[in-house]
């Protein structure tokens, strides 16, 4: 997470400028394809709130104009199936400024247990800022996944029994996010 597509000098949370809050991901585009991320990015969240300007807007930042134009081309189909004008910006990124460290896997750092099992691992927070293994495990505190999908990667992420056990209870309750 971090703060990105504003002129304002180092911005931070409580000072966030013309910057709106974003993530940034790197991926490898023999595996995932940018359009697929696209696919995600539409899927995942409302794309008329927050208007066009403000911290939460509706933002596509892209490195490369092969990028812009798959994104422009997104956001007409879009627009097309919802029968919808968006307030999605979609412009190059300039800068990405990483937001501060309370503010990196929110989920994960909310939840002791995991948040523990993680530390265990990655002693300086920084290093969890950029572990696959943290983010995946923040998006399962978050209330993502399921099971089936948790058991694939369960030896990746690096639990003990005791943290497997508490995250696949967490995962087998009534009521959790698909």
């Given at each position: 997470?971090?703060?990105?597509?504003?002129?304002?000098?180092?911005?931070?949370?409580?000072?966030?400028?013309?910057?709106?809050?974003?993530?940034?991901?790197?991926?490898?585009?023999?595996?995932?394809?940018?359009?697929d991320?696209?696919?995600?990015?539409?899927?995942?969240?409302?794309?008329?709130?927050?208007?066009?300007?403000?911290?939460?807007?509706?933002?596509?930042?892209?490195?490369?104009?092969?990028?812009?134009?798959?994104?422009?081309?997104?956001?007409?189909?879009?627009?097309?199936?919802?029968?919808?004008?968006?307030?999605?910006?979609?412009?190059?990124?300039?800068?990405?400024?990483?937001?501060?460290?309370?503010?990196?896997?929110?989920?994960?750092?909310?939840?002791?247990?995991?948040?523990k099992?993680?530390?265990?691992?990655?002693?300086?927070?920084?290093?969890?800022?950029?572990?696959?293994?943290?983010?995946?495990?923040?998006?399962?505190?978050?209330?993502?996944g399921?099971?089936?999908?948790?058991?694939?990667?369960?030896?990746?992420?690096?639990?003990?029994?005791?943290?497997?056990?508490?995250?696949?209870?967490?995962?087998?309750?009534?009521?959790?996010?698909?």
């Amino acid at each position: 997470m971090g703060y990105a597509g504003g002129t304002t000098g180092d911005p931070t949370y409580d000072n966030i400028g013309d910057h709106a809050e974003t993530i940034q991901i790197d991926f490898d585009p023999s595996v995932l394809s940018y359009g697929d991320l696209l696919k995600v990015f539409w899927s995942a969240h409302n794309p008329v709130y927050g208007g066009a300007y403000g911290q939460y807007r509706s933002m596509i930042l892209y490195h490369s104009e092969d990028q812009r134009r798959q994104a422009e081309a997104s956001l007409a189909e879009e627009e097309g199936i919802r029968g919808a004008r968006f307030t999605t910006v979609i412009a190059p990124l300039r800068e990405f400024t990483p937001a501060e460290l309370y503010h990196q896997k929110y989920y994960l750092q909310s939840d002791r247990v995991l948040l523990k099992e993680i530390l265990a691992r990655y002693p300086d927070r920084q290093a969890i800022v950029d572990s696959t293994a943290a983010a995946r495990l923040n998006g399962y505190a978050a209330g993502y996944g399921d099971l089936e999908s948790w058991e694939k990667e369960l030896d990746r992420l690096g639990l003990t029994e005791e943290g497997a056990a508490y995250l696949i209870k967490g995962l087998k309750e009534p009521g959790r996010k698909p």
